[in-house]
């Protein structure tokens, strides 16, 4: 199988800048920031999108979230941030490797478009 985009920043085949890494997954700075803090978080496995992760994947998935929430912390987000995952074409999803938007240091509207 072809490697995801994703993929191939995380092997440094295409460059990127990833602001933190661990064996379960990579918080990537977005290419075209949507707030002044927007952080991909992206598990190492290539899952293509939430809805087709299964059971074994659930510990990956949570990961995602604490990994998401401790580097708020880290960023001094304390007034809030927002979380986003994207799921088919209807979500607004373009890149089918599953990813945690990680928003923040602005006020973030709702309801998003
Ligand atoms: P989504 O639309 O939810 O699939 O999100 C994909 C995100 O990937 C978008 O916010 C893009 O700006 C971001 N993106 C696309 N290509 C790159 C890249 N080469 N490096 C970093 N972020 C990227």
Avoid at 31 to 52: M, W
Avoid at 86 to 101: A, F, I, S
Wanted: proline share 8%.
């Amino acid at each position: 199988m072809e490697k995801t985009l994703f993929e191939k920043i995380m092997t440094g085949e295409i460059p990127g800048q990833i602001e933190y890494e661990d064996d379960l997954c990579i918080a990537l700075r977005d290419i075209n920031p949507q707030a002044p803090i927007h952080l991909l978080i992206i598990p190492r496995k290539p899952i293509p999108r939430v809805g087709e992760a299964s059971k074994e994947d659930q510990a990956t998935l949570g990961h995602l979230l604490l990994t998401a929430g401790q580097i708020a912390k880290n960023l001094n987000l304390e007034n809030g941030f927002r979380i986003v995952i994207n799921n088919g074409e209807d979500g607004g999803e373009t890149v089918p490797h599953l990813h945690v938007h990680l928003l923040g240091g602005r006020q973030l509207d709702w309801p998003p478009g």
